[in-house]
């Protein structure tokens, strides 16, 4: 199981300089979150992925329904020997908002593994989270660690957008409390016009053999400006190169080619 989050941590970590021959952009999907309705829609957003980091978001509604998490502050879990170090950030105690800010693997790990994977299997059902297979990698035994790190659980940009329009209207079936500190701990700030909410998401398709390859980033969540709340997903591929990155450049394009730009949105 740990060889396994390392050849992860490997494959975000190695070639983070190579060159990136293409960038497509799978899916730019921005949708009213009152009725739905696509105000941009481009690209296969029926196409699915890993959620990798973005499902940290449904950890959160987990986590704080549960009682596991009390508050963005509360608890503060201390990194031990053995839990994912990739990152320096990660090397230290980590509170609720810090593992959301620094996408701290570990502590994901933490949440789930006292939910329990009757628990856990439980929440991804009634979330109807993408394809809901939360069987982690074949034979490993390592789904309530590792299904949603490239692995068995696999989303599109469309359900994305579902599960956030839920989340936000309160229809998940998690408390007021839940949805309310998610919402604290996944605050952009404002970008341009709007306040922006959201996740990153990086990771790779994992092959028969085990390794990672065509990186792919994500950037998933809500903007509200003024009496408008827009829900929004946008999906990125590389055909080669390393993970590392791929989640804020999908963020970083978006918020510039959508929430910064004039007329886009109106």
Same mark, same amino acid.
Request: aromatic share 10%; hydrophobic share 40%.
């Given at each position: 199981?740990?060889?396994?989050?390392?050849?992860?941590?490997?494959?975000?970590?190695?070639?983070?300089?190579?060159?990136?021959?293409?960038?497509?952009?799978?899916?730019?999907? !921005?949708?009213s979150?009152?009725?739905?309705?696509?105000l941009?829609?481009?690209?296969?957003?029926?196409?699915?992925?890993?959620?990798?980091s973005?499902?940290?978001?449904?950890?959160?509604?987990?986590?704080?329904?549960?009682?596991?998490?009390?508050?963005?502050?509360?608890?503060?879990?201390?990194?031990?020997?053995?839990?994912?170090?990739?990152?320096?950030q990660?090397?230290?105690?980590?509170?609720p908002?810090s593992?959301?800010?620094?996408?701290?693997?570990?502590y994901?790990?933490?949440?789930?593994?006292?939910?329990?994977p009757?628990?856990?299997?439980?929440y991804?059902?009634?979330?109807?989270?993408?394809n809901?297979?939360?069987?982690?990698?074949?034979?490993?035994?390592?789904?309530?660690t590792?299904?949603?790190l490239?692995?068995s659980?696999?989303i599109s940009p469309?359900?994305q957008?579902g599960?956030?329009?839920?989340? !936000?209207?309160?229809?998940?079936?998690?408390?007021?409390?839940?949805?309310?500190?998610?919402?604290?701990?996944?605050?952009?700030?404002?970008?341009?016009?709007?306040?922006?909410?959201?996740?990153?998401?990086?990771?790779?398709?994992?092959?028969?053999?085990?390794?990672?390859t065509?990186?792919?980033?994500?950037?998933?969540?809500?903007?509200?400006?003024?009496?408008?709340?827009?829900?929004?997903?946008?999906?990125?591929q590389?055909?080669?190169?390393?993970?590392i990155?791929?989640?804020?450049?999908?963020?970083?394009g978006?918020?510039?080619?959508?929430?910064?730009?004039?007329?886009?949105?109106?």
């Amino acid at each position: 199981m740990k060889t396994l989050l390392l050849s992860a941590c490997i494959f975000l970590s190695l070639g983070a300089t190579a060159s990136r021959a293409q960038t497509n952009v799978v899916c730019t999907l !921005i949708v009213s979150a009152d009725t739905g309705k696509p105000l941009l829609d481009e690209g296969d957003c029926d196409r699915r992925m890993s959620p990798a980091s973005t499902f940290k978001i449904a950890i959160s509604l987990m986590g704080f329904d549960s009682g596991i998490l009390e508050s963005p502050d509360k608890p503060v879990l201390p990194f031990k020997k053995g839990y994912a170090d990739f990152l320096p950030q990660w090397r230290h105690s980590q509170t609720p908002a810090s593992w959301m800010r620094d996408s701290v693997v570990w502590y994901s790990q933490q949440v789930t593994l006292r939910l329990g994977p009757e628990k856990f299997a439980h929440y991804v059902k009634a979330f109807d989270y993408g394809n809901q297979d939360v069987s982690g990698d074949p034979a490993q035994n390592n789904g309530l660690t590792h299904a949603w790190l490239s692995s068995s659980l696999q989303i599109s940009p469309k359900e994305q957008a579902g599960f956030i329009r839920k989340l !936000i209207h309160h229809d998940l079936p998690v408390s007021d409390k839940a949805v309310s500190e998610t919402t604290a701990i996944l605050d952009q700030g404002m970008k341009g016009d709007w306040r922006v909410y959201g996740k990153t998401g990086s990771g790779g398709v994992k092959g028969a053999d085990g390794k990672l390859t065509k990186p792919f980033g994500w950037f998933v969540g809500w903007a509200t400006r003024g009496k408008d709340t827009v829900v929004f997903a946008r999906l990125i591929q590389f055909d080669q190169g390393s993970a590392i990155g791929a989640g804020p450049q999908a963020r970083d394009g978006l918020i510039s080619s959508v929430f910064l730009t004039k007329g886009v949105l109106k």
